[in-house]
């Protein structure tokens, strides 16, 4: 087995193991949303809009 | 495909199924789709198939932006760059009625100022060094590209470092977001977006002509253009808003952060509403990340099922260096910029939002930049 896909296996089972261990410690209240469902978000990643500075 | 970050990986090996990697992403895309629908979240499921069926139609169609534009800008031709065009116009047809229409959708809106043209001129610089951009990287990464790992890990740090800097450009000044559907309802509003593109699509045909280069879209592109939209419109059903990719990163860096004992909350970023609870709560209760997941599995999936998975070696040091360097470019662009490719130009001129222009014609001149730059890197200029 090369190094390359050694190294996928271990990123990947890490990266799902983070995923799941966050999933189960941390609160989820209810349906999956974007900082844009937030009110006064005015971009994507919820910035304020300039006139509301 | 960014080909060259592919890593052609199996020189001479037998084509087959590589069964260990397709059971370990459709394993994997299991898992979380069980835990999303154990929770009764049956949208997060939808984003998280949506995800998938990205990865495997950017994969099998070699959808590639940082190529499409390189290639437009080195020699002229113009078929990626319209295949791209391609995406965003059935994706705007859903998209600019629906979110003016409906309540619970919303389109990709940015204000307009120094940090949108500062960010995505950074991001373009970026994209050309790594090879790829949010969506390339992402479904290179699951296709199979040890360099692309490298470009995620560090897209992420700079997305983290991209948070902490946003406030201050913000701080620069701006207008409000420009949204044509608020100036001339739902349907004007759909029609100026569609002309937009079309006169996007003149102009670029316009410049291949010029230059003596073929503009006609290949038919990976058209096809791949034509699945890849529909898929954008199903993103946008299932999670109320266009298709992102890097707030998922910031989020998953800031995470990573956290655990490491970086406290990131007293920062402006993490105080405001949107940023502050995808802290807080599951990485899976984020929409963004549902799709990241989904097409990084969907692309290891679709990778896995036709040849031997990251079978080739690690690429020379000078190229990690560009992947690494252009991977943070792109991470701390993005968040300045509003979003990469996908989230500020595709998702905001699909929205007949003005920022996602503003962001392609910063992003042009970083990737002129970014090409000028790849030879010092072992790339060329192709």
């Not at chain 1, 890490?14 to 978000?41: K, T, Y």
């Not at chain 2, 984003?47 to 437009?72: C, D, N």
């Not at chain 2, 391609?86 to 100022?113: H, K, S, T």
């Not at chain 2, 001129?121 to 951009?133: R, Y």
């Amino acid at each position: 087995m090369t190094a390359m896909r050694k190294t996928y296996i271990v990123v990947v089972v890490l990266a799902l193991a983070a995923i799941v261990g966050n999933h189960l410690s941390s609160p989820s209240s209810g349906r999956a949303v974007s900082p844009e469902d937030f009110v006064g978000a005015c971009a994507p990643c919820g910035a304020p809009c300039p006139s509301k500075k | 495909m960014t080909t060259a970050t592919m890593a052609a990986p199996q020189s001479g090996a037998a084509l087959g199924i590589d069964r260990l990697f397709l059971a370990l992403a459709l394993g994997a895309t299991a898992i979380l789709l069980a835990l999303v629908l154990l929770d009764g979240q049956a949208w997060s499921a939808a984003l998280i198939v949506g995800g998938f069926g990205l990865g495997v139609a950017f994969l099998k169609a070699e959808f590639s932006y940082t190529a499409s534009w390189r290639r437009f800008l080195t020699r002229g031709e113009a078929g990626g760059l319209l295949g791209g065009l391609i995406v965003i116009a059935i994706c705007a047809i859903a998209v600019v009625p629906v979110a003016a229409l409906r309540q619970n959708f919303g389109g990709a809106i940015a204000p307009l100022g120094p940090s949108l043209i500062i960010g995505a001129f950074v991001f373009g610089i970026g994209m050309q060094l790594a090879n790829g951009c949010g969506s390339g990287t992402l479904y290179t990464v699951g296709g199979g590209s040890g360099r692309m790992l490298v470009t995620l890990l560090l897209f992420i740090a700079g997305s983290v470092l991209g948070s902490l800097s946003l406030p201050s450009f913000l701080a620069l000044g701006g207008i409000d977001p420009i949204l044509a559907s608020d100036h001339l309802g739902p349907w004007g509003g759909l029609a100026a977006t569609l002309a937009s593109i079309a006169l996007a699509a003149a102009l670029i045909v316009t410049v291949a002509k010029r230059r003596g280069a073929s503009f006609m879209p290949s038919r990976n592109y058209l096809i791949g253009g034509l699945a890849i939209g529909l898929l954008c419109v199903f993103v946008f059903v299932a999670g109320g808003h266009p298709w992102s990719v890097t707030f998922g990163y910031t989020v998953w860096g800031a995470k990573a952060a956290s655990t490491l004992g970086f406290d990131l909350t007293h920062s402006e970023f993490w105080q405001w509403a949107g940023p502050k609870h995808a802290l807080s709560e599951s990485v899976l209760s984020d929409t963004s990340s549902l799709t990241d997941f989904g097409m990084l599995f969907g692309a290891m999936a679709a990778a896995a099922a036709t040849r031997p998975f990251a079978a080739g070696a690690w690429p020379p040091l000078k190229s990690l260096l560009a992947a690494a360097v252009g991977g943070l470019l792109m991470g701390w662009g993005a968040r300045l910029g509003f979003g990469c490719n996908i989230g500020a130009f595709v998702g905001g001129v699909a929205s007949g939002s003005l920022h996602g222009w503003v962001w392609f014609l910063a992003a042009l001149p970083g990737c002129l930049i970014g090409i000028r730059l790849r030879p010092l890197f072992g790339l060329s200029r192709e």
